[in-house]
C-alpha cells in the first residue's frame, strides 16, 4: 500500500525583486511504500533540503502534489497545517534541535503535550520508547550535559512518540561520530523492521546502506534508484557508493 | 598613517555593523551629557547665582555626573559583553591584542566625540528653555540673561572624558584577560539548567517583607528618616532576591506539578519563563529599582511644588503678619497703637492678640502625668482672644484657666506655674483655626494651649521664659498683627522689610512677614528641588528604557533559535508568537508591577518624609503619586511598543 505519493513536483525559487529565479525542484515524482525505509540522496544543490522541506509541509510546491496516506498536504491551510504535522509527521534532524530550556524528558513530551494529551498516557508511552533508545537514565538531564549521540536518540524518541504515520530524518548522522552513527542507525533499522516508515534526506552512503531503497536525485529529478533487496549491508554500501561515483560524472544509468 | 586610517574604517563599519547596539548608546549618552552640560552651564551662570540657585544647581550637577558614571559604564560593559565574539574572531583573524585595543580605542573616541558634539550642540539649543523652565518653576517674574562660556563645556568634556577612558579600561581589561577561544564561546556557554535556591528565596520575602513591614510602622517624620534608607536597602536586596531567587523557586513548584505543568500553554511558559528569569533576573530587579526611585523622586518633588501654596497658607493664613516682644498689657496697646498707625498697605481681616509660644518640661506645668512625652509646646494666651476668634463667651476667674490640648490627656485638674495654681475649668475641643498651626504638631511634640485673663502674669510666673537672651527676669510675649492687604504684593513685601529694619521706629523688636514673599522663598526651594527632580528623574529613565532595550535585544538573538525549532516540532506560527509574546509581556511588565507594589507599601512612610518639609495633604499626595505612576506606566508602555518591534524583528529574520 502507498502511504506517500509525490507527483510532478516543482519549487522554484524567486529572488525578492523577481530577477533571479532558481529552479530547485523540476519535476519529482516517487512513492513510498507503509513500512519501508527510503534514503534520499544526493550533493549540495540538488534539491534534498526543498524536498524534505516541502514533505514536512514547512514549504509548499510551485506545482505539484504530496498525497500522505491520499490527502494532499500541499492544500491544507496555513491555521491547521501545525496540527497535522504533529500529529502526522516525526522530525530528526541533524543537529538535534532539542530545546535547551526543557529537560529531556521534556523534550519528549513535547509533541504530546501540543496534542493535549494526559499525563499518565505521555508517562505510559514514554517508558517503552525510552527503554527501546536506551534514553531511560538521561530523562532528567538537560540537552547540554549529554553527547551528540545521546541527543540525537532523544530527538529519535520525541519523533517517535507521537507514532507518527511518517518519520522524516535530515542527516541524522551528520553531527554524530562514527560510532554513535551506527548505533543511531542501527535503531532505525530495528524500528523500521517493526514497521514503521522511515524517509531519510542524508549524504552519507553508509546512513543510505542501512535503508531499503535508495533515491538518487540530481538538479531537481530523480536520477536513479537502488534496492536493497536481499544485499547485505556492506553489499548494498557498495552498490550505493559506485552508483555516486557514476551520478558525479554524469552518466547513463540502467537499473 | 595608512594603518590608523584602516583602524579608523574597523572602527567605523564596527560601529554601523553593532547599530543596534551603538545608536541607543549613542543616544543615550548623548541626552546624559546634554543634560549635564545644560545642568552645569546653570550652575556657572552669573544670573542664576543672582537667584541664588547656583549651589542647588551645582549640587544637581554633581548627582547627573554620578549618575552618569554609573550608567555608561554599565551600558558599555554590556555591549562589551555581546562583542566578545567579534573580538575572538579578529584575534583569530589575525590582529593581535594591541591591534583590536586600538580598534576599540578608536571607537571609544568617535562615540565620545559623536556624544559631547551632540550632548554640547543640544544642550546650547535647550538650554534657554530650561532656564525659562527652571525660572518658571521657582516664580521668578523676570527675565534672565544667559551667558555662553566656554567653561560649562570644558567640564563636561574633562568629567565625561574620564568616563569614557575608564570604560575603555574595562573593557581592554577584557580584551586581554581573555583567551581567544574564550570571545569565540563566550556567548555561547553551557546554560546551567536554573536551580531553586529556597534559602535565598525566603531571604527575598522576608527581607521584602521586613522593608515593607518597616515602612507601615514608622509614625513621626524624624523616625520616617530614620527607617527610609534601611527600609530601602532591605526592599533593594529582597528584590534582588524577589526576582533571581523567589521567580524560580515559584516555577519550580509549577514545575513539580505534573496536571498543571504539562498543559499545552504552561508546558512552553513556565520553562521559557524559567531560562529567561535565570538570564534576566538582575536586570529585571535593576528596572524595578530604577523604576521606583523615578516614581518616588518625581512624585514627591511634584507634589512638593503643588502643596506649596496651601503650605504657606496652613503657615500663614493672612498676607501680612506682624510680630513684636512685649512684656506688659501697656506695652502691648502701645505697640497696637503705633503699628494701626501705619497706612502705607490696605488692611482687612485685621487680628491681634499676644501669645508666648515656649517649648517646655510638662513637669513644669504640673502635667507631668498627662502624657507619655516629657516636652510639650506651650501657648499662653488671652481667653478673650478666644472668644473673640470662636464667638464663645467664656468667663473665668483670676485663677482659672481654659486649655485645649493634642495628643495629651488633661483633665478639669490644676496646673502649675511657679508658686500659683490655675484650676483648668474649661477644656477646649476646638481651637481656633487663626493660630493652631504650629511647627512642633510636625516634629510629633504635644500641643498644650492655655487661655487665661491675664496671659502675662501667668508667663511671669512660669519658671522657663521665652526669650533666653533677655538678661532680666522679663517673661517677653509676642504680639501678633496679621491682616489680608488688597495692596501689591511688591508693596507688601517693602512695608515688611521696612517693618523688620525699623525704619518706622515702633521699638518692641518688630519682625514682619508677608505672605507673598514667604511664598517667593518657598518656591525658590521648592521649585528648585522639583527641577532636580525632573533632571533626575529623566535620568533614571533614560537608564531603564535603556536597560529594557538591551534587554529586548539580547533576548531577541538568544529566542531566535528556540522559536524555529518550536515551528519545526509542530507549533503553528501564530501559537509560537502567542507564546513567546505572554512571555515577554510578563517579564516586560512585571518589574513595573512589583515597582508599583513596592511604591504603594511605601506610601506611608514617604508620605511622613513629606509631612517633614510641611506637606500634610495626604489626598494631594496620593493625586501626584497616582498621576506620576500613570505616566510612567504609559511611557513604559510606550517603550516596551518600541523595543517589542525590535525584539520581533530579530525574531523574524532567520538566523543564517
Known amino acids: 500500500m502507498e502511504l506517500l505519493q509525490v507527483n510532478n513536483l516543482r519549487k522554484v525559487y524567486v529572488s525578492r525583486f523577481g530577477t533571479n529565479k532558481v529552479q530547485a525542484l523540476s519535476n519529482l515524482s516517487f512513492s513510498v511504500e507503509k513500512g519501508e525505509y527510503l534514503a534520499i540522496m544526493g550533493e549540495s544543490g540538488s534539491g534534498k533540503t526543498t524536498l524534505l522541506n516541502i514533505l514536512a509541509s514547512l514549504d509548499k510546491p510551485t506545482s505539484g502534489t504530496v498525497l500522505l496516506n ?37 523534550n519528549i513530551y513535547l509533541p ?4 493535549g494529551k494526559r499525563v499518565e498516557e505521555m508517562e505510559k508511552r514514554l517508558l517503552p520508547i525510552a527503554e527501546r533508545l536506551e534514553i531511560k537514565d538521561l530523562l532528567d538531564k538537560f540537552p547540554y550535559e549529554i553527547s551528540g549521540g545521546q541527543k540525537q536518540r532523544a530527538a529519535a524518541a520525541r519523533a517517535l512518540i507521537t507514532n507518527p504515520q511518517l518519520v522524516l530524518a535530515d542527516e541524522p548522522t551528520g553531527a554524530l561520530d562514527s560510532r554513535a552513527a551506527g548505533h543511531i542507525l542501527k535503531i532505525f533499522e530495528e524500528i523500521n523492521q517493526e514497521g514503521q516508515t522511515i524517509v531519510m534526506v542524508t549524504h552519507s552512503a553508509r546512513a543510505a546502506s542501512h535503508a531499503s531503497r535508495v533515491l538518487f536525485i540530481k538538479d531537481g529529478e530523480v536520477y536513479h534508484q537502488l534496492y536493497r533487496g536481499n544485499m547485505s549491508e556492506e553489499e548494498f554500501y557498495e552498490r550505493i557508493q559506485s552508483t555516486l561515483t557514476v551520478v558525479a560524472r554524469g552518466g547513463e544509468l540502467h537499473a | 598613517m595608512r594603518k590608523l586610517a584602516l583602524y579608523f574604517k574597523l572602527a567605523f563599519t564596527n560601529m554601523k555593523a553593532n547599530y543596534r547596539l551603538y545608536v541607543p548608546y549613542l543616544l543615550a549618552s548623548t541626552c546624559m551629557i546634554m543634560m549635564h552640560y545644560i545642568i552645569t552651564m546653570l550652575s556657572m551662570d552669573s544670573g542664576m547665582n543672582s537667584v541664588h540657585l547656583s549651589e542647588m544647581l551645582n549640587f544637581g550637577s554633581w548627582i547627573v555626573g554620578i549618575f552618569a558614571v554609573a550608567f555608561i559604564l554599565y551600558i558599555n560593559s554590556f555591549l562589551m559583553k555581546r562583542r566578545t565574539k567579534e573580538f575572538g574572531l579578529f584575534n583569530v583573524l589575525g590582529m593581535d591584542k594591541p591591534q583590536i585595543a586600538s580598534v576599540v580605542f578608536l571607537e571609544t573616541v568617535l562615540s565620545f566625540l559623536i556624544a559631547v558634539t551632540g ?58 584577560l581573555t583567551k581567544p577561544i574564550d570571545l569565540m564561546s563566550a556567548s555561547n556557554a553551557g546554560e546551567q539548567a536554573p536551580k531553586a535556591n529556597w534559602l535565598l528565596a525566603i531571604i527575598g520575602f522576608v527581607l521584602t517583607g521586613a522593608g515593607y513591614w518597616l515602612a507601615q510602622y514608622v509614625k513621626s517624620p524624624m523616625e520616617a528618616f530614620a527607617a527610609f534608607f534601611i527600609a530601602v536597602a532591605l526592599v533593594m536586596v529582597g528584590t534582588f532576591f524577589l526576582f533571581t531567587s523567589c521567580s524560580i523557586a515559584i516555577l519550580r513548584v509549577l514545575q513539580k506539578n505534573k ?17 529567561r528569569m535565570k538570564q534576566n533576573a538582575s536586570g529585571l530587579a535593576q528596572i524595578c529599582i530604577l523604576s521606583c526611585m523615578v516614581l518616588v523622586t518625581i512624585s514627591m518633588t511634584v507634589s512638593l511644588y503643588a502643596g506649596t501654596k496651601e503650605m504657606i497658607d496652613a503657615q500663614q493664613p493672612t498676607d501680612v503678619t506682624i510680630s513684636a516682644t512685649v512684656s506688659s498689657k501697656e506695652e502691648m496697646n502701645d505697640a497696637i497703637a503705633k503699628l494701626q498707625d501705619l497706612k502705607d498697605v490696605s488692611r482687612t481681616n485685621e487680628l491681634t492678640y499676644v501669645e508666648n509660644n515656649v517649648r517646655m518640661q510638662l513637669s513644669d506645668i504640673g502635667l507631668a502625668d498627662a502624657g507619655s512625652e516629657t516636652e510639650a509646646s506651650v501657648h499662653i494666651m488671652d481667653i478673650a482672644t478666644y472668644n473673640q476668634l470662636t464667638g464663645r463667651k467664656i468667663k473665668l476667674g483670676p485663677s482659672e484657666a ?68 533677655s538678661t532680666d527676669d522679663t517673661s517677653y510675649l509676642t504680639l501678633f498683627d496679621s491682616f489680608d ?63 529594557i532595550y538591551y534587554k529586548q535585544v539580547s533576548e531577541g538573538y538568544e ?54 518639609f510641611g506637606l500634610t495633604n495626604v489626598g494631594l499626595f496620593v493625586k501626584w503619586m497616582l498621576v506620576t505612576a500613570g505616566a510612567f506606566a504609559v511611557v513604559y508602555a510606550i517603550v516596551y511598543i518600541i523595543t517589542s ?5 530579530i525574531i523574524e529574520t532567520k538566523a543564517a
Do not use: W
Not at chain 2, 530650561?130 to 563636561?156: A, D, E, F, K, W
Not at chain 2, 512677614?513 to 529613565?541: H, P, R, W
Not at chain 2, 518591534?645 to 524583528?649: G, T
Open chain 1, 70 to 106: 491520499g490527502q494532499d498536504t500541499t492544500q491544507i491551510s496555513e491555521k491547521n497545517i501545525s496540527a497535522y504535522r504533529r500529529d502526522n509527521l516525526g522530525f530528526v534532524f541533524q543537529d538535534f534541535n532539542l530545546l535547551d530550556t526543557f529537560s529531556i524528558r521534556d
Open chain 1, 112 to 115: 504530546l503535550v501540543l496534542q
Open chain 2, 119 to 176: 550632548g554640547v550642540l543640544f544642550g546650547t539649543l535647550f538650554a534657554k528653555l530650561v532656564q525659562l523652565l527652571l525660572l518658571r518653576l521657582i516664580h521668578y517674574g523676570g527675565n534672565l540673561q544667559m551667558s555662553l562660556g566656554l567653561l560649562p563645556v570644558l567640564r563636561t568634556i574633562e568629567i565625561f572624558g574620564a568616563i569614557y577612558f575608564v570604560a575603555y579600561l574595562t573593557t581592554l581589561k577584557k580584551i586581554y
Open chain 2, 259 to 275: 496536571k498543571y505543568y504539562y498543559k499545552k500553554n504552561h508546558f512552553i511558559n513556565v520553562s521559557g519563563m524559567m531560562y
Open chain 2, 402 to 469: 481654659a486649655v485645649y490640648s493634642s495628643k495629651l490627656r488633661v483633665t478639669k485638674q490644676d496646673i502649675t506655674a511657679g508658686s500659683s495654681t490655675y484650676h483648668i475649668q474649661e477644656l477646649l475641643v476646638e481651637n481656633p483655626e487663626a493660630i493652631s498651626f504650629d511647627y512642633a504638631s510636625s516634629l510629633d511634640l504635644p500641643i498644650v494651649f492655655i487661655y487665661t485673663n491675664d496671659p502675662f502674669t501667668l508667663s511671669q510666673q512660669l519658671p522657663v521664659k521665652m526669650y533666653h537672651y
Open chain 2, 485 to 547: 492687604s488688597s495692596a501689591a504684593e511688591d508693596a507688601q513685601i517693602k512695608f515688611c522689610q521696612n517693618l523688620s529694619d525699623d525704619v518706622y521706629n515702633i521699638g518692641y523688636n518688630v519682625r514682619a512677614v508677608s505672605k507673598a514673599e514667604k511664598l517667593n522663598d518657598a518656591y525658590q526651594v521648592v521649585g528648585s528641588i522639583l527641577f532636580i527632580g525632573i533632571f533626575l528623574g529623566g535620568l533614571f529613565l533614560i537608564a531603564t528604557v535603556l536597560i
Open chain 2, 559 to 612: 529566542d531566535r533559535s528556540r522559536y524555529e525549532i518550536l515551528q519545526k516540532v509542530g507549533l503553528s506560527q501564530a501559537e509560537v508568537k502567542k507564546t513567546i509574546n505572554s512571555q515577554v509581556l510578563v517579564v516586560f511588565f512585571l518589574p513595573l508591577a512589583v515597582a508599583l507594589l513596592h511604591i504603594t507599601f511605601a506610601f506611608h512612610l514617604v508620605y511622613e518624609l513629606m509631612t517633614a
Open chain 2, 645 to 649: 518591534r525590535v525584539y520581533y524583528h
